[in-house]
T-cell receptor, first 118, second 112 residues
């Protein structure tokens, strides 16, 4: 089974509007972390936001917020007030376990391409 | 700029050859990770080093090897290259285990 599923291969959003990118995950480990990364056309991977499995509140970082629904195993990224520079691929990723001695690998979803229209 | 550097940015080589990709982590980070991004496989974890020791291994081929040196920089060696090894190879670093990984700009490898 896929550990990280991003069901939206691509989407358009109007500038200044909000957009929600879906991410569902599958793990039996009670301790895990969820990450979102942005990959512009230039290719680099830019860290956006992190949510730990034990965090009580949804993570927020500027215009980015994570809608964490633990029972549904979903971690959707919300981008508010979209800008032209938000056009990119967005990847959801998961780290299972606490890391440390057990390692810290990330498992990535297939990504969602977002195009912001002026 | 994440603070992680990778060289070279682009690499074009022929099948059967061997190449070395280099990564310098962010200042103070002890963990280095290598990932491969290809069109058919997506983003895949290859290997992690922590302070010079291998910590976790993913779907890394036997033709590939890596190491982390005392100054914490890391090298990924790819040998007997095949067309299917063409990909974007990322290095990432974090302070230790469990923290956010910050990615370098990647090395784009093309095997002809």
């Amino acid at each position: 089974a896929q550990k990280i599923t991003q069901t939206q291969p691509g989407m358009f959003v109007q500038e200044k509007e909000a957009v929600t990118l879906d991410c569902t995950y599958d793990t039996s480990d009670p301790s895990y972390g969820l990450f979102w990364y942005k990959q512009p056309s230039s290719g680099e991977m830019i860290f956006l936001i992190y949510q730990g499995s034990y965090d009580q509140q949804n993570a927020t970082e500027g215009r980015y917020s994570l809608n964490f629904q633990k029972a549904r195993k979903s971690a959707n990224l919300v981008i508010s007030a979209s800008q032209l520079g938000d056009s990119a691929m967005y990847f959801c990723a998961m780290r299972e376990g606490r890391g440390g001695a057990a390692g810290n690998k990330l498992t990535f979803g297939g990504g969602t391409r977002v195009l912001v229209k002026p | 700029d994440s603070g992680v550097t990778q060289t070279p940015k682009h690499l074009i080589t022929a099948t059967g050859q061997r190449v070395t990709l280099r990564c310098s982590p962010r200042s103070g980070d002890l963990s280095v990770y290598w990932y491969q991004q290809s069109l058919d496989q997506g983003l895949q974890f290859l290997i992690q080093y922590y302070n010079g020791e291998e910590r976790a291994k993913g779907n890394i081929l036997e033709r590939f090897s890596a190491q982390q040196f005392p100054d914490l920089h890391s090298e990924l060696n790819l040998s007997s290259l095949e067309l299917g090894d063409s990909a974007l190879y990322f290095c990432a670093s974090s302070a230790g285990g469990g923290e956010t990984q910050y990615f370098g700009p990647g090395t784009r490898l093309l095997v002809l």
